[in-house]
């Protein structure tokens, strides 16, 4: 932290330079210092990056230019997590209309779309809001976006953006493209060709406004569940527990206890964490509610029972790109402890670590970023950050099933519960 201290004071005071250039100076020295691990690991040239930002850094002239000029600093650090941060005298500054993604005060309307790839094509995932009130229907082959091959007008969304969204991984980027990315705004269209389940094709307009969103999560979501503040669950038709898990708040293990209460006597669980946002709990607390009581978890780590009436069966855990933070050691550690089998259409985000504030000359701003991963000791010794937890088998959707209503993942979450893969998972369920 003094080491932090001195090379601000000491960017502060660099004859020639502006303030501006001050506070891109000191960030730059103290993200070499406190990210070089992580930098290594993303192979990031830092000395190229500080180059091209010094000359942005001569034309900046105003808060604003500052704050962008940060971002697309944070942005080459391919950090989920990095942000700029505004002091409290700056809490109203507005990003400019070109990099408007930013700002949460200016509309942009959802499309109602999520894609997915399967091989090399796109495919509708799902559909909501302004996509459903055109006709699409989920399973549908994508052929054009706006008169571009679909992949290539991902890759382009993401090219351009890249500048100002921080990424940990192309994994990360990509799902935000075929999710989030998939807005305008209010005045936008998006034209689409697409090849439909009956096999026909067909061109669909998207106006981009008030839409139902229809982003990460299951493409088709189980009947009847239950709710707690962030679990969805219940009973599916085969009779497997289903819980889907949007966060990690840090009383998930009482919620968890909820559910278990309801879907406790299923013959296995699935636990869905397919656009889980993150947060924070208490992991050893969590997973000791899938261990028996009375016994204890001993593989990587030794993990108590825990909670009133802790799940003994066999736990496949569903992952993709949209889990990020928390949300990936939360179902990281049933692949990682040795207690459940992890299937994923992806790894996920790669977006896991432990984060230091690096505080500027000027104390206008301030920069968050990650400075070493989260759970080192996984996935033999690489950790998470700029990797994402793979899954023990990748499973690409279906379009019959999409079409059909099915979602793949779920249904062959199911088929792994009903015959495991052997020697995939140390955990000997209960009745084995």
């Given at each position: 932290m003094l080491t932090s201290v001195l090379l601000s004071v000491a960017a502060a005071f660099t004859p020639g330079q502006s303030p501006i250039e001050a506070d891109l100076e000191s960030a730059l020295e103290q993200v070499e210092e406190q990210?070089?691990?992580?930098?290594?690991?993303?192979?990031?040239?830092?000395?190229?990056?500080?180059?091209?930002l010094r000359k942005e850094a001569k034309k900046a002239k105003t808060d604003q230019d500052e704050m962008v000029l940060l971002q697309h600093l944070v942005a080459a650090l391919q950090d989920g997590h990095a942000r700029v941060e505004r002091s409290e005298a700056l809490k109203e500054l507005r990003?400019?209309?070109?990099?408007?993604?930013?700002?949460?005060?200016?509309?942009?309307?959802?499309?109602?779309?999520?894609?997915?790839q399967v091989g090399k094509k796109?495919?509708?995932?799902?559909?909501?809001?302004?996509?459903?009130?055109?006709?699409?229907?989920?399973?549908?082959?994508?052929?054009?976006?706006?008169?571009?091959?679909?992949?290539?007008?991902?890759?382009?969304?993401?090219?351009?953006?890249?500048?100002?969204?921080s990424w940990s991984t192309d994994t990360q980027a990509f799902f935000w493209a075929t999710h989030w990315g998939l807005a305008g705004r209010d005045n936008e269209r998006m034209k689409l060709e697409l090849k439909g389940p009956d096999r026909k094709k067909k061109k669909r307009t998207i106006s981009y406004?008030?839409?139902?969103?229809?982003?990460?999560?299951?493409?088709?979501w189980p009947a009847n569940l239950e709710t707690t503040k962030d679990l969805a669950y219940g009973l599916l038709?085969?009779?497997?527990?289903?819980?889907?898990?949007?966060?990690?708040?840090?009383?998930?293990?009482?919620?968890?206890?909820?559910?278990?209460?309801?879907?406790?006597?299923?013959?296995?669980?699935?636990?869905?964490?397919?656009?889980?946002?993150?947060?924070?709990?208490?992991?050893?607390a969590l997973l000791g509610r899938f261990v028996p009581k009375g016994t204890s978890l001993q593989f990587a780590k030794t993990i108590p029972s825990a909670g009133p009436a802790p799940y003994g069966g066999p736990v496949v855990v569903i992952v993709d790109g949209t889990v990020v933070s928390a949300g990936e050691t939360a179902s990281g550690m049933f692949k990682e402890e040795g207690r459940g089998y992890m299937i994923g259409e992806s790894t996920t985000a790669g977006m896991s670590?432990?984060?230091?504030?690096?505080?500027?000359?000027?104390?206008?701003?301030?920069?968050?970023?990650?400075?070493?991963?989260?759970?080192?000791?996984?996935?033999n010794g690489r950790g998470i950050e700029g990797i994402g937890v793979e899954p023990h088998e990748i499973v690409e959707f279906d379009p019959e099933d999409l079409a059909a209503g099915v979602d793949t993942q779920i249904r062959v979450a199911g088929e792994r519960l009903a015959k495991m893969p052997?020697?995939?998972?140390?955990y000997k369920p209960i009745g084995e």
């Open positions: 990210c070089r691990v992580l930098l290594k690991l993303k192979d990031i040239d830092l000395k190229k990056v500080g180059k091209v990003w400019p209309e070109d990099e408007s993604w930013f700002d949460s005060s200016r509309e942009r309307g959802d499309s109602g779309l999520a894609l997915c796109i495919y509708v995932k799902a559909v909501a809001g302004a996509a459903e009130d055109v006709g699409i229907e989920a399973g549908s082959e994508v052929l054009k976006i706006d008169d571009s091959k679909p992949l290539d007008w991902l890759e382009e969304r993401i090219a351009t953006n890249r500048k100002i969204f406004g008030d839409s139902s969103v229809r982003m990460a999560g299951p493409a088709v038709p085969e009779g497997w527990g289903y819980v889907r898990l949007r966060r990690c708040k840090d009383d998930l293990p009482e919620q968890m206890d909820q559910v278990l209460e309801t879907i406790g006597a299923a013959p296995g669980i699935i636990l869905d964490f397919r656009g889980n946002g993150g947060g924070g709990f208490d992991h050893d670590a432990s984060k230091a504030t690096l505080e500027l000359p000027s104390g206008k701003f301030s920069l968050y970023v990650s400075v070493r991963s989260n759970k080192s000791r996984w996935q052997k020697g995939k998972v140390p």
